[in-house]
């Protein structure tokens, strides 16, 4: 069971990269939702301008 | 068939025109080279055992890096001078200003080396009268030339421009720098030919593949 | 078609998960000891893998360039440059484990021999493609320079290794991977490479996704502005 730390050292540099760009795309996704979020306000508040003009 | 050749050398001899007149480019690149040359036999404390193993690998840094300096100039002349656009409205296929610019871009880099090869078989010592060696240099140049004057026109439009073409140049072309180095050092040395065959054909193979597909892509990249 | 999509992505995400449990049980629970390097050969089942599955991300890089350039639907350019962040993270892994391996094994962390340095010019080649994309002006010629670096640049990957391979031949190398593979360290691989590939559809679709909602998010967002 000799150089088993190196094992463990690639196993977990796998793990930890991958896990780390999963991450990524989950704050990537997280800003696209706050940024539908504020688009979806902003569309309410010109449609309620718009019927307020009327 | 014949308007093509016109075009392309048209465009090919209006840069050497404005080289001739204004020579920025090539006193500049050569300078760059000779003093690549002296840096590292300084750098390496070159000794007459050394010379076999290093020196070819010297020559071809000297060369790549005052290619990717050259290659910079290319597009970016027609750039400042807002020249592009000009040359974009001309009604001609795109590949022909790609070979235009590729006739261009090769003549200045063997311009270069003719220059600076002989210098450095002198500071090393080595024979200077040497054709298999300007056969070697010649097929590089044009792979050289033809992955440097594509990526000049990715470059010039992008921000971070010089290093971004090093950045992108300097990958591809490994093929040919390798090559390149392990047929230069046979020559330097002496040996027959059989030793150089190898690495000539994969040098002639990159440069016809990228030849082809860079002539197939240009158009991708000057698109407006 | 939103559903099917679901329920393809679930599907996916169910038999990706089977096969990494698969794999790892047979890495480390199955497949016996090799006995000239020991355990730590065990880093040769997600090794090879990864750097295969690098390969066929850049090759679908490769593919949706082309019809990027061809059809010129953003769609095609999300799947190139997501499969292009897919391969840079596997490479780096492949970079990675690759000297965690060699150094107990054979006691140098790097060498110059083919694969690896195919692997290294690789990385440096979609580093650039990636760089070339953020630094254009606009993202429509973003994706236009960056179809073209992936096309140029998968070209120059067997040209690569064919070369130092070459060089590498006429200089013996000092690894030689000695022995062929016994059937349970080849069945292992195999359900590696299986478990790898679905871990790249998996990241891939979820990747590419996200760039167009992103595409999409900002072309609403400039249409609203215009109001």
Redesign the interface.
């Known amino acids: 069971m000799e150089n088993i730390g190196y094992l463990f050292a690639a196993y977990t540099v796998i793990w930890a990269v991958v896990f780390g760009y999963v991450l990524m795309m989950q704050r990537k996704q997280i800003q696209l939702q706050r940024k539908i979020t504020l688009l979806q306000e902003s569309l309410d508040e010109s449609k309620t301008n718009g019927e307020k003009q009327l | 068939m014949n308007g093509v050749f016109t075009r392309i050398f048209a465009i090919f001899w209006k840069d050497m025109l404005t080289e001739i007149r204004t020579r920025e480019f090539v006193f500049s690149v050569l300078i760059f080279a000779i003093l690549e040359l002296v840096i590292f036999s300084f750098a390496f404390s070159i000794r007459a055992n050394m010379v076999d193993m290093a020196a070819s690998g010297i020559l071809w840094v000297a060369l790549t890096f005052g290619g990717v300096i050259g290659f910079n100039r290319i597009f970016a002349v027609e750039k400042e001078n807002a020249r592009l656009e000009g040359l974009m409205l001309c009604p001609v296929d795109r590949f022909v200003i790609y070979w235009g610019k590729l006739a261009g871009s090769f003549t200045f880099m063997l311009a270069v080396s003719v220059v600076v090869t002989p210098i450095f078989l002198i500071l090393f010592n080595l024979p200077i009268f040497l054709p298999r060696l300007a056969l070697i240099i010649v097929v590089a140049t044009i792979g050289f030339a033809a ?1 440097g004057t ?1 990526f000049s026109a ?1 470059a010039i ?4 421009r010089d290093i ?1 073409l090093s ?2 140049f ?3 072309i ?2 040919v720098i ?2 390149a180095v ?1 047929a230069t050092a046979p020559v330097l040395a002496g040996k027959p030919w059989v030793d150089i065959l ?2 000539l054909q ?1 040098m002639i ?2 440069d016809i ?2 030849l082809v ?2 002539t197939l ?1 240009f158009e ?2 000057v ?1 407006e | 078609m939103d559903n099917k999509r679901i329920l393809r992505n679930n599907v996916l995400l169910g038999l990706g998960l089977v096969l990494m449990v698969a794999a790892l049980y047979m890495v480390f629970v199955y497949v016996p000891t090799e006995k000239n390097m020991g355990v730590v050969q065990r880093i040769f089942y997600f090794h090879v893998p990864i750097a295969w599955v690098s390969l066929l991300a850049f090759f679908i890089t490769f593919t949706f360039s082309i019809l990027y ?1 061809w059809k010129r639907e953003m769609k095609w350019d999300s799947f190139a440059c997501a499969s292009a962040e897919i391969g840079i993270v596997f490479t780096t892994l492949v970079l990675i484990t690759g000297p965690i391996w060699a150094k107990p094994v054979w006691g140098i962390w790097w060498t110059w021999d083919a694969r690896l340095s195919t692997s290294l ?1 690789l990385w ?2 979609y ?2 493609y990636l ?2 994309r953020s ?3 606009d993202p429509a ?1 973003g994706a ?2 960056g ?3 992936g ?3 998968f ?2 990957v067997p ?2 290794f ?3 391979n ?2 590498r031949t ?1 200089h013996p190398a000092t690894i030689i991977f000695e022995g062929g593979l016994t059937a349970p360290m080849l069945l292992t691989l195999v359900v590696c490479i299986a478990a790898f590939t679905a871990l790249y559809m998996l990241l891939l679709i979820h990747s590419a996704n996200l760039k167009i909602m992103d595409a999409d998010v900002k072309h609403l967002k400039s249409m609203l502005q215009e109001e």
């Not at chain 2, 439009?157 to 971070?160: D, G, M, V």
């Open positions: 992955v594509l990715v439009n992008i921000r971070a971004m950045v992108l300097l990958p591809i490994v093929p390798v090559a392990k190898t690495w994969i193979a990159f593949i990228y597909v860079a892509v991708f990249v698109e | 350039l010019v440096l080649i580093v650039a760089l070339v630094f254009a002006t010629r236009r320079y179809a073209v670096i096309i140029v640049g070209i120059d040209l690569v064919l070369t130092v070459l060089w006429q």
